[in-house]
């Protein structure tokens, strides 16, 4: 082999070595991947059981139940549907009735969403961007100015 011809197997093989690894970065986070939706749209979409899938919306006003210990249910709106949801664990500080929420999880065998991370607003000018998008297309949500 020449010199040349080493150079350029060295050069083939990192590529092909690079190659492999981005398309396995891909494929591990395309399998993580969860997709936003909103109740409304959970009516349309076919989801696999035990799919996970980040849920956001409002926190409806009345539904908060907090049993023994950290276990909470509540009912996640965007006006037109309400999916009824259940956490088991400490709920942001800011966590209230009528504010925006995203929940992450999956559907329970009886319909019920069982959220493992609880996201709230910070203050109270912002609202998670995928929450906020929807509620304003459906004419629900609308920005205050201070």
């Not at 549907?81 to 942001?92: D, E, Q, T």
Request: hydrophobic fraction near 40%.
């Amino acid at each position: 082999m020449t010199r040349k011809q080493k150079r350029l197997s060295v050069i083939a093989g990192a590529l092909g070595f690079l190659g492999v690894a981005v398309a396995l970065t891909f494929y591990a986070l395309g399998q993580k991947a969860s997709y936003f939706y909103m109740p409304a749209d959970l009516a349309s979409a076919t989801l696999e059981p035990g799919q996970r899938i980040r849920l956001g919306g409002l926190v409806e006003k009345g539904t908060i139940v907090r049993d023994q210990g950290t276990e909470v249910e509540f009912s996640v709106t965007d006006m037109e549907r309400s999916v009824k949801v259940a956490y088991s664990g400490i709920l942001p500080d800011l966590f209230r009735e009528e504010q925006g929420v995203i929940t992450e999880g999956s559907f329970g065998p009886d319909g019920v969403f069982i959220a493992d991370s609880v996201l709230a607003k910070h203050d109270e000018t912002y609202m998670p961007k995928e929450v906020a998008d929807s509620l304003k297309e459906k004419g629900v949500w609308q920005e205050t100015t201070q």
